[in-house]
């Protein structure tokens, strides 16, 4: 054979090789073909393939060994680069030498990731009818080869897995065949294209060798039948079937067909999870006794001694302070001292003292970034960056495997002009790309004709060290958008990505807008936050910016950096125009959003794009470049006139660089109907009155005063006074309710624009009206709110904010006169989810559209809830800084100062929670990383602490909640649901409007026999969805990603597998959804006897993939359950504890034994919890990685259950924490129901 009589560089093959070889390339032997082999050691087989192949036309070799480079070859056939394989950069250079191979030979470290990266990175460049071999596969066996017999991520376990790719179309259950190897790809940081996986065409193993066949996607199919010959004697029927292809398989039954990965895969996670939870807990464990041991010897000290007095009297000052600060802050979340106080003697009589301490904690913690820092400055930047923005290695590793795992890998071209920069900051900036954790990226520069010689040198030599940085250079400066479009034109990628030259992307931020791509697939812009850093590598100057808000974008670029745009519609609008030099992605991001709905707008709420400030840069004086404002202004006025929109476009008075839209209005005016609700305070309603009168230039309105039950003789004779061509005044003698006198009025109103006024307000801008109408008249547009001072010129309104202090608030409230505010937001016009009804205008008729005011708010919030159900119908709610008045708020009905009111604004803010839910802390025009506790803008410590009933609620009781008030509290009960369980009992049924699916154990029809003389109302069984016998919820449903919430009232303690269960609705919700449980307390019920449930319990059984109850919790179940008074269940009344067992233990043994020998399933509590146990479970199962959930708020226990609504991405407790909860597992199991 040739091999054997091979005389030159020696080759070292395995004698069975030999034969494979001659059988498997013989077919290409007199084709011109082009070979690669990884590893070639001392040269000698790309010899003998250049002899085999006499008609071959690239034989191409790679070692890693750079001795290697003394090789040298006579036939000029041959060809070599020396590197790793796996290194972008020798891809690059071997592709340099040819695009595309016949056959490659996989020949080089024998390592599992090695060949699994190879053959990922190599096979798509196989020709179609090529053969991709591997030899050594044999090493796959061994550990140090990275493999096992069983190791489920051995290369030859890979190639394993082929066969299944090969066979896709017969799975039957609807995943992709890049889903199958999900594991590999994890493991080893790779993608697998389904478009290259379906071109695999076979899988071959010989000893030691495996051999992979490429065939195009068509050839891989199964076609048609194809019958042959004529004589059916035996079975007929099978000429019928010429030509006819294989029906579809359904396998959605089938277990083994739905499992989320292999099981060797899964044991696999599971094991690791397991050891990093031994490890956490090691760890934990050590830092307690680490620092109880320096406790012990910092107590033990002469100074510490010495110092006791000093000591004691800062801290009893400190406490005080601190303890006054949050009941103060309690009494505002309760709706009065009153109900405080109530609640706290309930409390007390409960719990004594650790209950009172407990509360004013919560409260406190919520306010604190941490209990240690109670003097941290809550705008500290430089502190928030450090513990919420900065990425560790084990971070890094993170985004980088969820980069990997990305459904969509889209490359996106990074575009950077460049002229004359800082050579410092422009290697920072090249640097800052070079450094992203998502790899699918170019670097696409235009050098617009650089005067200092040093920008080419540096821009050479990255090009040369990285081959996705690629240079124009131009011949002439052509200024920013002739040099942006340069840069476009090299730009290859699916999306574009603008970078300045002396600017910062952060190292995460590619991979978070591939993130949201693969998220959104349709997105065409997509933007995020920002700040600044300064020449010396400091960060501030933060703009965590809102949602897409028109308005806003009008008045400032606010998507500038990190601005993202899908490439082609780039294009399709023309690129960068000359002309708008300093506004060019200003004016480029206006032309298209004309292209685009508001859904393929996205915002990504993290810093992403660092903007250097050095001289000469705006994001240092914001006026630096003025030629940028008028560019602006120019930009936005064309805008308006392609759109359609009548308009002028100038400068925003008092505010650098920012625009001011003012909208035409109307040839014909439209009248206006000014509605002012009263009651007496004559002096107040003249001010106001007096103000209209002679301020508004606006000719055409009227005003209707609708009086609530005047008696003062001074408001009659005003009322007498009054012009009565411009006045109407309308009695209404009821007991005060804002909404009612409102909608009474707006019914006789004439006008086209309504306009909600209290008599409080005095006007201060004579436009004010013309500047709202502008507003209201367009058709896209609901409310308008004006700009509101305090009678001691601070802001008063400027807009509102849902979720400060539980519902909404107003931002930049009590800002001095002439600040601008957080990004100028209090000086601009924009969009918010509601304004205030102190001074709102809309028209008429979207106004009966959504009926009007809810009259069921009868004081608070009915403005905010009006403002939602607008927005709710697809329009914007826009406060304009421009209509100008004073407000003296509150003045005629003055504050919520009495019980009576205190408990109407406590039951107010619970109806607004229960009807708005987890949309009051999702507010679009606000952003997450900033506070919902005060109203400045200042920074969420936490990145967006999202409210903990706890926190807002603590009185629960006082601020009348019911139990479906407290379920359904933070869920976007607007969206669809799940209830899982409900049994005669749904917490959201359908019939009220809930657009929910119900799960069960029994059909409808089966529920209400079972119930049938129970004494329930049978009535309230709803017709189920899915009628659950024992499968995987997901394999029942169907479907995944599919809810915005999940109730399960009294079912997580029955599940066998509560890991299972979790895992199963995450999977089932949405990104954003929630899972609400309501969960027994065995303090409170018949498991007051039995043990407390571990996290080590929970594990066990998901470990052990329990279907049932183990017969162990059954017999605990029947030995220890108790009742007290006859009673399965009880309040913490104050009436003692359980004082019976319910089973003799006859009868649990008994259970116990059917258990054994039975094989019905027996439903019992298979884990009992307190509300401290619970949330220590949910910590230590996200720390294992088990689940991707947090607790995102809860209740208290109240009667004998409490209430948990779980959700995905949050921070996990400290190591602190972790302690402070077990120690109030110990508490809560000492109290006593005495």
Not at 506 to 525: F, H, M
Not at 855 to 877: K, M, S, T
Not at 958 to 970: A, D, F, H, P, V
């Amino acid at each position: 054979m040739l091999y054997e009589q091979h005389q030159g560089k020696v080759s070292d093959k395995w004698h069975c090789y030999l034969p494979v070889y001659q059988r498997v390339f013989e077919p290409y032997q007199t084709q011109s073909v082009s070979l690669l082999e990884i590893g070639i050691q001392n040269g000698g087989s790309l010899e003998i393939w250049s002899q085999f192949f006499p008609s071959g036309k690239h034989f191409v070799g790679c070692d890693i060994n750079s001795r290697c480079n003394v090789l040298t070859y006579d036939d000029q056939r041959i060809s070599f680069v020396v590197g790793d394989a796996n290194s972008d950069i020798t891809e690059h250079q071997i592709c340099q030498i040819v695009q595309g191979f016949h056959l490659i030979i996989d020949d080089g470290s024998h390592r599992s990731s090695d060949i699994v990266r190879s053959f990922c990175r190599y096979f798509p460049y196989l020709e179609a009818g090529g053969t991709y071999v591997i030899e050594d596969i044999h090493c796959s066996y061994w550990q140090g080869f990275e493999g096992g017999l069983y190791y489920p991520f051995s290369s030859i376990a890979f190639f394993k897995r082929l066969v299944d790719v090969v066979n896709h179309e017969h799975w039957g259950n609807g995943k992709t065949r890049a889903s199958l190897l999900k594991g590999f790809a994890q493991q080893y940081g790779v993608c697998f294209p389904e478009d290259v996986l379906a071109q695999i065409h076979s899988i071959e193993f010989v000893n030691s060798m495996c051999i992979v066949r490429k065939a195009s996607v068509q050839s891989n199919q199964l076609g048609p039948r194809v019958i042959a010959g004529q004589d059916e004697a035996i079975v007929g029927g099978h000429l019928s079937l010429q030509g006819q292809f294989a029906a579809p398989v359904h396998e959605y039954h089938n277990e083994w067909a739905l499992l989320e990965s292999a099981p060797d895969e899964a044991y696999e996670s599971l094991r690791t999870q397991l050891q990093a939870l031994h490890v956490s807990v090691a760890q934990h464990e050590g830092q307690v006794q680490a620092l109880q041991a320096e406790v012990l010897a910092l107590r033990s000290s002469t100074s510490w001694r010495v110092t006791a007095p000093l000591r004691a009297l800062g801290t009893a000052r400190w406490r005080l302070k601190h303890a006054l600060t949050n009941f103060c802050r309690l009494v505002r979340q309760s709706g009065g001292s009153v109900l405080a106080i109530k609640k706290m003697v309930r409390l007390y009589k409960r719990e004594r003292w650790a209950g009172i301490q407990r509360v004013c904690r919560n409260v406190g913690s919520f306010h604190q970034v941490d209990a240690s820092l109670p003097d941290i400055d809550r705008n500290d930047y430089i502190e928030w960056v450090k513990r919420y923005d900065t990425l560790d290695d084990s971070a890094r590793e993170s985004i980088r495997r969820a980069a990997a795992n990305l459904t969509s890998q889209p490359r996106i071209s990074v575009v950077m002009p460049v002229y004359n920069p800082p050579i410092k900051y422009l290697k920072l900036a090249i640097e800052s790309v070079q450094k992203q954790l998502y790899e699918h990226w170019e670097l696409c520069i235009a050098d617009d004709a650089s005067t200092d010689p040093d920008v080419a040198c540096v821009l050479q030599d990255y090009a040369r060290s990285d081959p996705r940085i690629k240079i124009v250079y131009r011949p002439e400066n052509g200024h920013i958008s002739a040099a942006s479009n340069s840069a476009l034109a090299i730009a290859t990628g699916d999306y574009i990505a603008l970078l300045d030259q002396d600017d910062l992307l952060s190292e995460q931020a590619l991979y978070y807008v591939a993130l949201e791509i693969s998220r959104y697939p349709d997105a065409v812009l997509i933007y995020s936050d920002e700040d600044k850093i300064t020449t010396q590598g400091l960060r501030y100057g933060h703009y965590f910016k809102s949602d897409f808000n028109y308005e806003l974008f009008l008045s400032q670029n606010m998507i500038s950096h990190l601005g993202v745009y899908r490439r082609d519609v780039v294009n399709s609008v023309g690129g960068f125009r000359e002309g708008f030099e300093g506004s060019q992605d200003y004016d480029l991001a206006l032309r298209v959003i004309e292209k685009v709905t508001l859904q393929q707008i996205r915002h990504i709420p993290q810093v992403l794009y660092h903007w250097r400030a050095i001289p000469g840069s705006t994001a240092l004086f914001i006026d630096e470049k003025n030629y940028t404002s008028e560019a602006s202004i120019k930009a936005v006025q064309e805008h308006l006139d392609r759109t359609g929109r009548k308009g002028s476009v100038m400068p925003a008075s008092g505010i650098p660089n920012f625009n001011r839209v003012r909208y035409a209005l109307p040839e014909e005016l439209p009248l206006v109907s000014i509605v002012i609700p009263t009651r007496d305070q004559p002096g107040l309603l003249k001010t106001c009155l007096d103000s209209v009168f002679e301020k508004t230039t606006y000719p055409y309105y009227e005003v209707i005063i609708v009086d609530n039950g005047s008696v003062e003789p001074e408001t009659r004779e005003l009322f007498s006074r009054l012009p009565t061509d411009k006045v109407r005044i309308i009695r209404d003698d009821s007991p005060f309710n804002y909404s009612r006198l409102n909608n009474r009025a707006v019914e006789l109103a004439q006008g086209e624009l309504v306009c909600l006024m209290n008599n409080d307000i005095e006007v201060l801008t004579s436009d004010w009206i013309e500047e709202m109408a502008a507003y209201a008249l367009q058709q896209d547009i609901g409310c308008v709110g004006a700009r509101l001072w305090y009678p001691n010129g601070t802001l008063q309104h400027a807009g509102v904010v849902l979720g400060i202090g539980g519902v909404a608030g107003h931002v930049h409230k009590e800002l001095p006169k002439n600040l601008h505010g957080y990004a100028g937001r209090a000086m601009l016009s924009q969009s918010f989810s509601a304004v205030t009804g102190a001074c709102l205008m809309v028209r008429k008729s979207v106004w009966q559209q959504v009926r009007g005011l809810d009259e069921d708010l009868a004081v608070a919030f009915n403005d905010i809830d009006f403002c939602l159900r607008v927005q709710q119908a697809g329009l914007r709610n826009v406060w304009t800084a421009f209509a100008e008045m004073i407000h003296h708020e509150s003045v005629s009905r003055g504050g919520n100062d009495t019980p009576a009111k205190q408990a109407l604004f406590a039951k107010e803010v619970a109806f607004m929670q229960s009807r708005w839910g987890a949309s009051l802390y999702n507010d679009p025009f606000y952003n997450k990383n900033l506070t919902l506790i005060y109203e400045d803008f200042s920074l969420a410590w936490p990145e967006q602490p999202e409210p903990d009933a706890g926190d807002y609620l603590t009185h629960n009781d006082s601020l009348q909640l019911t139990r479906e008030n407290k379920i359904l509290w933070g869920l976007d009960t607007q969206g669809k649901g799940l209830e899982i369980g409900p049994s005669h009992n749904p917490i959201a049924p359908k019939k009220k409007g809930y657009d929910v699916e119900i799960l069960d154990h029994l059909s409808a029809a089966d529920l209400r026999k079972k119930y049938a003389g129970a004494g329930v109302n049978i009535e309230n069984i709803e017709d189920v969805d899915y009628v659950w016998t024992g499968e995987s919820y997901l394999k029942l449903i169907g479907k995944q990603e599919a809810y915005d919430w999940i109730i399960a009232s009294h079912v997580i303690e029955h599940v066998p597998d509560f890991i299972s269960f979790l895992q199963q609705c995450e999977r089932l919700l949405k990104d954003n959804g929630r899972l609400a449980l309501a969960v027994p307390d065995k303090r409170f019920c018949f498991d007051f006897f039995g043990s407390l449930t571990t996290s080590g319990n929970i594990i066990d059984a998901h470990l052990a993939q329990r279907s049932r109850p183990s017969t162990g919790q059954i017999f605990d179940f029947y030995a220890n359950s108790a009742s007290r008074r006859s009673g399965i269940a009880w309040s913490q009344d104050g009436q003692g504890d359980a004082d019976t067992l319910t089973y003799p233990i006859h009868d649990a043994l008994a259970h116990w034994k059917r258990a054994i020998e039975a094989d019905d399933y027996t439903d019992v509590h298979c884990w009992r919890f307190t509300p401290a146990s619970f949330q220590l479970i949910i910590h230590d199962l996200a720390v294992a990685g088990y689940i991707d959930l947090e607790i995102k708020h809860a209740f208290d226990t109240e009667g004998c259950e409490f209430f948990v609504t779980l959700g995905r991405k949050g921070a996990l407790l400290k190591a602190s924490d972790r302690l402070s909860a077990l120690k109030s597992i110990v508490a809560e199991n000492t109290y006593t129901n005495t």
